[in-house]
């Protein structure tokens, strides 16, 4: 262990050579705590932690380097590069599993297909469309990956929020769902926001989407826009624009509701689980708040509060360097 890793934990003392790691570990007073078996269980993850409790929190992580393992830590990464590097460690394995399985089923597909084209087998359009069905599968996990590739850098530029409300729901109102209505409730002269107007624009179709497919055979999705004079857990002295995304569909469990943004995490059939995820960077990514109330049989109401005013050049600074 160098000097760096001693400084970084805590111990004053340097540990004599061949001292087992999990007694130096021990020593730092690391919340929750942090053990060999358990670094190594997390390989190539970030685990965050705190040193007797009190921020700024820590990053470790177990790396495999040839026959051994190499721990790393950072001592004090900002808030908003814990949430990435946790995200990501979490995103890549999860997307390289989703990735197999859809792979796997197109390769077995196409081989079984090309052995009974020769034959001029019935079963040969079916087992094409299951290709073009994987296909589609990938096409989309790596449409979502990107996007979230994407969400390292963000161009702020004021935006029109009415405006913007109109693209998002263009799709939706263009496909005209049967049995889905549709209306807007826009808060008239609303000042404009400094936002990433296609990333926004995407999480918002991605929220809408979310509403559609909740409404299984029918119902209405309301999309409300208006000023606040703040919003939770951040200081805003020029208030907040809250955009709201009801739908009147199935609901969302309570159970549920703590998990929604997790990544890999959906309620759907064929979900990718990044959806979600990718709306709550972008609206971190904005020095906004999101939140979800639902109740189940009665609708789920999406919340994005983003702040009005020219943000500080620091602050934009940091969301959007690489």
């Not at 390292?152 to 049995?179: C, F, H, K, Q, Y």
Request: charged letters at 25%.
């Amino acid at each position: 262990m160098n000097r760096a890793m001693t400084r970084i934990l805590g111990v004053e003392d340097p540990p004599a050579r061949g001292t087992p790691f999990d007694q130096v570990l021990a020593r730092a007073n690391l919340e929750p705590p942090v053990t060999p078996n358990g670094l190594i269980r997390e390989a190539g993850r970030w685990v965050r932690v705190t040193r007797n409790g009190v921020d700024p929190p820590l990053l470790f992580r177990c790396v495999p380097v040839g026959r051994g393992m190499l721990v790393e830590a950072d001592p004090a990464p900002d808030g908003a590069d814990v949430q990435a590097r946790l995200a990501w460690s979490t995103i890549a394995p999860r997307v390289a599993h989703d990735l197999k399985s859809p792979l796997s089923t197109l390769i077995l597909a196409t081989e079984r297909a090309l052995r009974e084209l020769r034959g001029d087998s019935a079963r040969s359009p079916e087992l094409l469309k299951a290709v073009l069905d994987q296909a589609d599968r990938i096409e989309l996990l790596t449409r979502n990956f990107l996007k979230l590739a994407e969400l390292e850098r963000i161009t702020p530029t004021p935006v029109n929020v009415e405006e913007l409300v109109a693209e998002s729901l263009r799709d939706l109102e263009a496909r005209n769902p049967p049995g889905v209505k549709v209306e807007r409730r826009i808060e008239a002269g609303l000042p404009q926001v400094w936002l990433d107007r296609e990333q926004m624009q995407s999480a918002l179709e991605n929220v809408v989407e979310n509403a559609l497919a909740a409404l299984g055979h029918g119902g209405t999705i309301t999309v409300s826009a208006y000023r606040v004079s703040s919003m939770p857990g951040r200081t805003t002295p020029s208030g907040a624009v809250d955009i709201e995304i009801a739908d009147t569909g199935e609901g969302i469990a309570q159970s549920d509701l703590p998990r929604l943004f997790d990544v890999g995490f959906t309620r759907r059939v064929g979900g990718t689980g990044l959806g979600l995820a990718i709306v709550r960077q972008v609206v971190n990514q904005h020095h906004g708040h999101i939140e979800v109330h639902s109740e189940v049989g009665i609708g789920t109401t999406v919340i994005l509060y983003l702040p009005l005013g020219a943000p500080p050049r620091e602050a934009w600074d940091a969301a959007t360097a690489r």
